[in-house]
């Protein structure tokens, strides 16, 4: 399997922009990819934003495994993080995300009431990986088509300030990733999600891991939706893949066929899958809050 890795110059210029306008920031709000919580989390981060107020977001939560995304949100919040999970699609969703924001903000608010100062515009920094909703998330929270959208990353290129009401503003960021994948599971998973250029991997090995996370997890949708037995299952995944291929009407063209199920799984057709499973949040211990 071919060594991902993606880190354009645009991104290491987009985090010392963050860097700079982080003193006049008061909360941070981090998109992640529901589907995939671990991978999505950019383990620059804490170290960029120090001190400051965090929301965790797990955005896309319409495309993952519900019941899982329940055990991230509640290993989140036991780790000492304030999380929430969203459609950003949904204005309810939005609504709590806005009431969670609020909750974050009262202390700040209460703070600046007792040095006897005016009511100020909370400042809000959103920052994620690429791909993971944020134009998308910036539009509904602003009510205001205001950041491009595209279903493929590193859409937005620069930062700008946009004002979502009299109590907040919003400093919009380009998706940043970090200069190297030590765990090629984590970066096969992002490219699965979108969160890569499909120029920087081989759709085939794409699939083959989302396969094994599948076949693992949810083997119940592969044979309902593929007609497979329990020993098709069972089949080394490279034979696996060429099964699904000759299903689809494909032949032996394994490459398109990889693509259209990755499009396919990008886009939920196949059903709502979560591929970090919690447990491997519990062995890297958190390492992101360091």
């Known amino acids: 399997m071919a060594f991902i890795q993606w880190y354009p110059g645009h991104m290491e210029k987009a985090k010392r922009e963050v860097q700079k306008q982080l003193s006049a920031v008061d909360i941070v709000i981090e998109l992640r990819d529901a589907r995939v919580p ?14 400051k107020q965090r929301l965790i977001v797990l955005n896309k939560a319409d495309l993952a495994d519900p019941k899982a995304t329940e055990q991230w ?6 780790e000492g993080d304030r999380a929430i999970a969203i459609d950003s699609k949904k204005p309810r969703d939005m609504k709590r995300l806005r009431e969670a924001v609020q909750a974050l903000a009262q202390p700040i608010v209460e703070k600046w009431q007792a040095k ?7 400042r809000l920094m ?11 998330f910036i539009n509904q929270l602003t009510k205001k088509k205001v950041a491009s959208v595209g279903n493929r990353p590193g859409v937005t290129k620069g930062q700008q300030w946009v004002r979502i009401d009299q109590d907040f503003e919003l400093l919009d960021t380009p998706g940043i990733l970090w200069p190297k994948f030590e765990d090629q599971r984590l970066a096969e998973r992002l490219a ?19 396969l094994e996370q599948l076949v693992a997890h949810y083997p119940e949708v592969l044979m ?23 299903k689809l009407g494909l032949g ?3 490459e398109r066929a990889s693509e259209q199920l990755i499009q396919d799984i990008q886009r939920g057709r196949l059903g709502r899958f979560t591929f970090d499973p919690v447990s491997e949040w519990t062995n890297t211990e958190g390492s992101d809050s360091e």
């Open 38 to 51: 671990l991978a999505s989390q950019n383990p620059m981060i804490g170290n960029i934003i120090h001190q």
């Open 73 to 78: 949100v509640r290993v989140l919040q036991q």
């Open 116 to 122: 006897g100062v005016k009511q100020k515009t909370i």
């Open 126 to 136: 959103v920052l994620g990986i690429p791909n993971v909703g944020k134009s998308t």
């Open 192 to 210: 699965l999600t979108g969160a890569i250029k499909p120029d920087h991997y081989y759709n085939d090995d794409i699939m083959l891991s989302a």
């Open 224 to 246: 309902a939706r593929f007609k497979l037995n329990e020993e098709q299952l069972a089949w080394p995944l490279p034979e696996l893949l060429m099964l699904l291929t000759k």
């Open 252 to 254: 032996e063209d394994y």
